[in-house]
């Protein structure tokens, strides 16, 4: 059994550091444009796409729907298809983000870089501290909207920069201030991120899309509980498998 297991995290173990070789020749490519940098992109995708077979896709698939993973526009229906989830994936992870964490969401088969992405990704940028201070927010619900003014501070190789930018948000009748906040501030995150790398990387959550009460059937309740209760089993099973696999893996170094 030991053995079972630690073949299963060397096989896990040997594709990741592969995976992340790719993804690290793109992220780390920094001052590469034009065709070059095309090329680089092209062919870490390629490899991603070919490496990440249905087998090695499994346990990525376990990941949609919750915020261990990525949350995307269709949870309560099944979620999306292997192949487009492996689109996104790669793109985010190319990006620079993680598949976990909810660091990115999947809306109408699109990759997001959610609050929690653009929050990773400035952290990673060297010699960087920032503040983000939001007023209270101004909310006209009759017109769906919400105004917001997001103080901007940050400090990049001994220089201050200060910016005070009003964001436009969509609202409902369910969203209060904490939730325009939590919007507001992945946009400024966002807009920080793009204004010191010089990109133009999209934000989006699904909380961005429009929510209405609709009613069901007992039957329809039904199968979404029975849903949710195998997405949690499935969740609590790679759970278990995961730790084994460590307990595995740890034994086996301390042997070696």
């Not at 990941?63 to 949350?71: A, D, P, V």
């Not at 278990?240 to 170094?253: N, S």
Request: hydrophobic share 40%; charged share 25%; glycine share 8%.
């Amino acid at each position: 059994m030991a053995e079972n297991k630690n073949t299963s995290v060397d096989k896990y173990t040997g594709l990741a550091e592969q995976l992340d070789a790719s993804v690290i020749s793109v992220i780390g490519s920094t001052g590469l444009e034009g065709f070059g940098k095309a090329f680089l992109v092209a062919t870490a995708a390629s490899d991603l796409k070919t490496k990440l077979t249905t087998e090695y896709m499994k346990p990525i698939m376990a990941l949609q729907g919750n915020k261990i993973g990525f949350r995307t526009d269709k949870d309560s229906s099944g979620g999306y298809s292997e192949e487009i989830v492996k689109m996104c994936l790669i793109e985010a992870v190319l990006t620079g983000v993680q598949p976990v964490g909810n660091q990115f969401n999947i809306i109408a088969g699109t990759c997001y870089i959610t609050k929690e992405g653009f929050g990773y990704l400035l952290k990673k940028i060297e010699g960087l501290s920032y503040e983000i201070i939001p007023a209270l927010p101004r909310i006209d619900q009759s017109k769906g909207s919400a105004a917001i003014e997001m103080n901007i501070t940050w400090t990049k190789e001994g220089v201050t920069s200060v910016r005070k930018i009003d964001f436009a948000i969509k609202v409902n009748q369910y969203m209060g201030a904490d939730a325009v906040i939590g919007k507001a501030t992945r946009k400024a995150r966002a807009w920080l991120f793009n204004t010191i790398m010089n990109t133009e990387i999209s934000d989006g959550d699904i909380m961005d899309i429009p929510h209405s009460v609709v009613a069901m059937t007992t039957e329809e309740k039904d199968k979404l509980y029975a849903e949710k209760l195998q997405r949690q089993k499935d969740e609590q099973a790679m759970r278990t498998v995961a730790k084994d696999d460590t307990i595995a893996f740890e034994a086996e170094v301390k042997k070696d």
